[in-house]
Nanobody
Framework: QVQLVESGGGSVQSGGSLRLSCAAS????????MAWFRQAPGKDREGVAS???????TYAESVTGRFTISRDNAKNTLYLQMNSLKPEDTAMYYC??????????????????WGQGTQVTVSS
């Protein structure tokens, strides 16, 4: 079955950097779009970035220029490099997989498989 395991979260000061990883297993990783979402306390889950099979990426406006999503299909791993972190980036970060190859990668509703999340806390 599909398994997604995030790692790399932690606590940093404003302006710092973190690199999140998501190890995928149980399916042919290279065939599916992947994405990062986040959810802060009391807020809805929001899409952060997505990457399709050929490496094309999309970003939320709030992270454009600071975050970079990438994938290593040989290692079945998804990454999120986060630079210039701000306190408002504090959230639980989730890795997600496209539910079906028929769904469009840029649609937030396309993702139906989730990891357990990794906490990112940015202090001012």
């Amino acid at each position: 079955q599909v398994q997604l395991v995030e790692s790399g979260g932690g606590s940093v000061q404003s302006g710092g950097s973190l690199r999140l990883s998501c190890a995928a297993s149980g399916y042919t990783y290279s065939r599916y779009c992947m994405a990062w979402f986040r959810q802060a306390p009391g807020k809805d889950r929001e899409g952060v970035a997505s990457i399709d099979r050929d490496g094309s990426t999309t970003y939320a406006e709030s992270v454009t220029g600071r975050f970079t999503i990438s994938r290593d299909n040989a290692k079945n791993t998804l990454y999120l490099q986060m630079n210039s972190l701000k306190p408002e980036d504090t959230a639980m970060y989730y890795c997600a997989r496209q539910s079906s190859l028929l769904q469009h990668c840029s649609s937030l509703s396309a993702y139906g498989y989730w990891g357990q999340g990794t906490q990112v806390t940015v202090s001012s």
